[in-house]
């Protein structure tokens, strides 16, 4: 994937060196941009911003500050080139939320992988989710790989909300931002709260969680913690009148008025006894039937094989 890398600076000379430092590797794109045009910059959301603090008409603080208040790039990584290396200088940049502070008497070649790593860890963190900072598909199939290489037993909980669309299409979506979050906040909660465990958490993404647990915890305790702790705090997401009413109403495509149930929240639970699945696709087949297997039933619970219990 190429990386957008933004160049705040009245000058060209060092757009042109980072080109041909990078003339090899066509995965950064680098544009040079004045800061007075840092609105178009930001609506961009650029992968990197690079600030030549030797050639910047605004104060620095204040261009950092801009950056990091704009709701899109308040994780984008800011580097700093200067020639000034004065302590108390760098560590006010520092404080401005800037990650790296590179002092151009180091050379092009320090410059050049301070990029190349920002680029690496980039990498890595798109494999975790940016709503919840739980690891994403990447990490979530390595620790899957990992548990049944050790050929010991665990347990793998599929988590996901239902009627979720319903809640979308009459909350809107940044209210169903807010229950996916407590959705995490709740698994989380419980899941790490065992003691002596190498427990995890990730998210498969939207509605979709996963959580491993080692063999020997009780996966049922778990289970229960999560969905009176997940009924507990969602109502917090619905007016007293949806509450009163147990449901949602929703206009179908016809014009008819349909009723959803509350958003709840359905636990598949796999047990993965030693030496019981080869690979992790056989895991996740079984974890779809067993979660569906919970959908199917009202109201938050959880299925283990055949067994559901609300």
Known sequence: MVKQIYIFDTTI?????????????????????????????LKEIPDLIIINEDHLKDKLSELCSKIRNDADNTITPIIVVSSNEEIGH??????????????????????YYTIKN??????????????TG????????????????????????????D????????????????????????????VYSIQDSDAFVGHIGGDDFVAILDGEVNYE??????????????????????????YLEI????GVMEEFPLTSLSIGVVIAEKNRFSNILEIGE?????????????????????????
């Open 134 to 161: 739980l690891p994403g598909n990447v990490k979530i199939q390595s620790e899957l790989k990992k548990r049944l290489s050790m050929r010991e037993d665990f347990t793998v909980l599929y988590l996901d909300l």
């Open 163 to 190: 009627n979720f669309k319903a809640y979308n299409d009459v909350y809107g979506f940044v209210n169903g931002d807010e229950i996916i979050k407590l959705t995490a906040k709740v698994i989380m909660n419980n």
């Open 286 to 310: 079984v974890g779809a039937q067993i979660k569906h297997l919970a959908k199917s039933m009202q109201g938050s619970c959880y299925a283990v094989n055949r067994r559901v219990h609300e």
């Open 251 to 254: 206009q179908n495509r016809k």
């Open 221 to 246: 305790n778990i289970c229960q913690s999560i969905i009176a702790e997940f009924d507990a705090e969602v109502k917090t997401f619905f007016t007293s009148e949806d509450l009163k009413k147990g």
């Open 118 to 131: 920002i680029a690496r860890l980039l990498t890595v963190n798109r494999t975790v989710s940016p709503l």
């Open 13 to 41: 000379k060092l757009l042109n060196d980072l080109r041909e430092m990078f003339k090899d590797d066509k995965s950064f794109k680098f544009k040079c941009v004045e800061s007075q045009r840092i609105d178009c910059v």
């Open 90 to 111: 760098k560590l006010e940049i520092i404080k401005n939320s800037v990650e790296y502070f590179v002092e151009k008497s180091l050379g092009q070649e320090y410059l």
